[in-house]
C-alpha cells in the first residue's frame, strides 16, 4: 500500500493507493481562507498545513480500512510549489518513513499530474500525449515511457491557464478562484461578441495568456463602466473562448506533430466545461479524469510513485523540497 501526501499549493491532500493504481482513499481538504485575499497566502497555506495535515492523514487510512503496518511505501510531492507548503507535507512524509524504515518516493509534482491518468479501472500505457492546465502550470508533455518519462512540449511562457481564468474573473468583478464563477457567467453570453487574441500567429507548443489578459482590460475600459456591466456575460464567455482556442491550437498542432493517439488531462482547468466539450470534439482517444483527480489531489502523486525510484532511510531525510522548475525525467 502506498501513503501518499500532497501540500504544494494551498489543498492539503492524502491518499491511499495499492501497488496496481487501485484508489482506496482520496482526502483533499480545499482551504477556503484564500478567498478573502484574492489569491493564495504562502505563511497561511503553510500553516494551514500543518493543522489539517494529521486529520487528512488519519481520514485517509480510516477511509482505506489500513493502519500504518500496511504501508509499505510513503510517497510526497517533494515540488515546484510553495516551499514552506511543500515542506510540511514532504517532511510528514519523512517523519513516517524513518519511524517506520519504510522507503521514500520524492515525487515531482507534474509527474503527478501526467500519472492521474495511469490509476485504474482503465490506465492509460504510453505513449500519450498529456495536457495540465492549472493554476500554476500550463504544459503539453509526451509521455513515451515505459515508466513516467516525458518530453516537454511546450508550456505557458507568462501566466497558466488557471491564472488567466482568474484574472479575467477580477476583471470581471468576480471572486478568487474565479475559473468557475466566469464559467457559469458565460453561459448566458456569447463567445463570439468579442474578439481576443488566442496568440495564434505564435508558432511552436508554447503558451502565453498575458496578452489576452491585457486585451479584457482595454475592452472593459472601451466599453465604459456601465456597457461593460451590461455586456459581462458576452465578455465571459468570450475570454473563455479565447483560453480555450488558445489551447485547443497547441492541442491539435501537438497531436499533429507527434503522432499521439491518446491524450490525457490534468489540472483544476480541466473541470472546464468548454474546454471539456472542445476537448472531446478533437479526433483522440480521451481521458478526462473526474475533478477530483484533475485538480491537486495525493492519489495521482502515489500513481506517480509507483514508476519512480524509492529512496531508502535514511537518504531521504537529507532531501529538501524545491520551488520552481518543470523537472524532466531522466
Ligand atoms: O489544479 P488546481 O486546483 O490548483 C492548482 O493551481 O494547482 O487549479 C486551480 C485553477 C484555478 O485557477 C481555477 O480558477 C481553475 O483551476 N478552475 C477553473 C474551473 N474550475 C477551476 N477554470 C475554468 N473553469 C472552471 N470550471
Ligand atoms: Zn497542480
Do not use: W
Not at 479584457?216 to 465578455?235: C, I, N, P, S
Amino acid at each position: 500500500m502506498i501513503l501518499a501526501i500532497e501540500t504544494s499549493c494551498d489543498d492539503t491532500c492524502a491518499a491511499v493507493v495499492s501497488g496496481d493504481g487501485e484508489i482506496l482513499a482520496n482526502v483533499i481538504s480545499s482551504q477556503e481562507i484564500h478567498a478573502r485575499f484574492g489569491g493564495v497566502v504562502p505563511e497561511i497555506a503553510s500553516r494551514q498545513h500543518l493543522t489539517l495535515l494529521p486529520f487528512v492523514l488519519k481520514q485517509a487510512l480510516a477511509d482505506a480500512q489500513i493502519t500504518l503496518d500496511e504501508v509499505t511505501l510513503v510517497a510526497a510531492t517533494q515540488g515546484p510549489g510553495l516551499v514552506a507548503s511543500l515542506l510540511v507535507g514532504f517532511n510528514a512524509a519523512k517523519a513516517i518513513a524513518a519511524a517506520r524504515r519504510l522507503p521514500l518516493a520524492a515525487v515531482d509534482h507534474l509527474q503527478g499530474h501526467l500519472a492521474a491518468s495511469r490509476l485504474a479501472p482503465d490506465p492509460f500505457e504510453p505513449p500519450y500525449l498529456g495536457l495540465v492546465v492549472s493554476g500554476g502550470h500550463t504544459l503539453l508533455a509526451l509521455v513515451d515511457g515505459p515508466g513516467l518519462e516525458y518530453r516537454l512540449l511546450g508550456q505557458t511562457l507568462d501566466d497558466a491557464a488557471g491564472e488567466a481564468f482568474d484574472k479575467g474573473a477580477r476583471l470581471l468583478g468576480l471572486g478568487y478562484p474565479g475559473g468557475a464563477a466566469l464559467e457559469q457567467l458565460a453561459v448566458s453570453g456569447d463567445p463570439e461578441a468579442f474578439e481576443l487574441p488566442i496568440g495564434a500567429r505564435m508558432g511552436g507548443l508554447n503558451f502565453s495568456f498575458a496578452g489576452l489578459k491585457t486585451a479584457l482590460l482595454y475592452k472593459v475600459r472601451d466599453l465604459g463602466e456601465v456597457e461593460a456591466e451590461r455586456r459581462r456575460a458576452d465578455l465571459a464567455a468570450s475570454y473563455q473562448a479565447a483560453i480555450v482556442n488558445a489551447l485547443m491550437l497547441r492541442v491539435k498542432r501537438a497531436l499533429r506533430q507527434t503522432g499521439a493517439r491518446r491524450l490525457a488531462v490534468g489540472g483544476g482547468v480541466a473541470a472546464n466545461g468548454a474546454l471539456r466539450r472542445a476537448l472531446s470534439a478533437a479526433d483522440v482517444k480521451l481521458d478526462l479524469p473526474p475533478r477530483e483527480l484533475c485538480t491537486d489531489n495525493a492519489a495521482m502523486v502515489a500513481s506517480a510513485a509507483r514508476y519512480i525510484e524509492p529512496i531508502r532511510y535514511p537518504e531521504f531525510l537529507s532531501f529538501d523540497v524545491y520551488a520552481t522548475g518543470v523537472r524532466q525525467a531522466s
